[in-house]
């Protein structure tokens, strides 16, 4: 794994060579340190006080979440996490649940020390929470794992999300502080259900008896960057169901991911919506990559696809629901392709923009990056 940090010496090292040198970029910077990142990490990781400006982050990323500076700011409340039980209902001070259902302010969750943590039923995530698991070992694991669930404005970082079971219906804190029913629940690492700006970074999520994360029933504006995928079949599905029409808003980016090894499908499936999935590390599949249906639109870009040894070669999938066929949009702009990886693209029309706004948009990189760019996916050693 990366080290989060510059040694403190190298760091300042380089900040003397800037005051020399007003045209040195900070990805020059990274260069002479010998680490590559993209441009997220560039944001905060070469700080070697990170762990005091924790609340820095907020401003580094891209993509349809945009800048999450409204989860920082006046009124910021700083909570830690010392007692790793759950109580549903009745969530304890000093637990995950409590900083994250029960306080309805901005709240910026850290973790006292390595944590493993069962949930008794899902996480329902308030609005305007950050749940930063860097510099320790947090996992959340073996039953109920995370459900974002009518909120906006959340970060997810730094987390291990593994092996999530179905949970049957019952009662759980919500995410406005109150206790509330909750359906059945299938089995997903992280769920989004009518959520908005959210943004998934760094975590690790593995193993689980549905997906590894879903958005859904008209979530938009979701960025999912620098995790990994692996050991799944359903990795990633973007949209409810082919009739949810409200899906027809959905923009997602997804980028700096690594999805392998040992993932099926779905990387993403996407349905109505849009999706602009760049500069990710494919390594490898069973069934297919990325797949769609209900007229979704897709701009894949300088991502490395490398095929199986055996089976299926093709990146697509596509669901036809009419007698007509589906129309959908699946474009490859820049992609590298490995081991006779192929993709069948739309032919004709144009290829669709991500449109995005300033404080939204980044420079996507050329793919033959894409590995140094994502050497560092998952859960990150802080130090």
């Known amino acids: 794994m990366m080290v989060c940090i510059i040694p403190p010496r190298l760091f300042w090292a380089i900040m003397m060579v800037v005051l020399f040198n007003s045209n040195l970029s900070f990805a020059k910077q990274s260069k002479i340190n010998g680490l590559k990142m993209n441009v997220i990490d560039r944001c905060w990781r070469p700080n070697p006080e990170w762990r005091t400006y924790r609340s820095q982050m907020a401003t580094c990323s891209v993509g349809y979440a945009g800048k999450m500076t409204n989860n920082i700011g006046k009124n910021l409340i700083h909570y830690t996490v010392t007692d790793p039980s759950d109580d549903p209902i009745n969530p304890k001070p000093g637990t995950l649940r409590y900083g994250a259902s029960v306080i309805q302010d901005k709240v910026w969750i850290t973790f006292e020390k390595d944590m493993y943590i069962k949930l008794e039923k899902s996480l329902l995530i308030s609005s305007f929470t950050t749940i930063d698991g860097r510099g320790v070992n947090v996992n959340i694991a073996n039953n109920a794992c995370l459900m974002i669930f009518k909120a906006t404005n959340i970060i997810i970082h730094s987390i291990r999300v593994h092996h999530c079971k179905p ?53 938009t504006n979701v960025t999912i960057s620098n995790n990994w995928f692996r050991n799944q079949d359903k990795v990633m599905l973007l949209g409810h169901d082919d009739g949810y029409i409200r899906d027809q808003n959905m923009k997602v980016t997804v980028v700096y991911n690594h999805f392998g090894p040992n993932c099926n499908q779905r990387m993403p499936r996407i349905r109505h919506g849009y999706a602009h999935v760049a500069n990710n590390l494919y390594q490898g599949w069973l069934q297919y990559a990325i797949g769609g249906s209900m007229k979704p639109s897709l701009k894949s870009e300088a991502n490395i696809f490398i095929a199986p040894r055996t089976g299926s070669k093709e990146v697509t999938w596509r669901k036809s629901t009419d007698k007509n066929g589906d129309r959908w949009e699946f474009h490859s702009v820049g992609d590298i392709f490995e081991n006779r990886a192929s993709f069948a693209v739309t032919k004709g029309g144009r290829v669709p923009k991500p449109n995005y706004n300033k404080e939204q948009s980044f420079k996507v990189a050329d793919a033959k990056f894409v590995r140094s760019l994502t050497r560092s996916s998952g859960v990150l050693r802080c130090d």
């Open 167 to 219: 949970q049957a219906p019952g009662f759980v804190m919500g995410p406005e502080g109150k206790v509330i029913p909750l359906g059945q629940v299938d089995g997903d690492a992280i769920r989004l259900v009518t959520a908005s700006k959210i943004w998934i970074d760094h975590n690790t999520l593995n193993d689980c008896q549905d997906g590894l994360l879903d958005v859904t029933r008209g979530s």
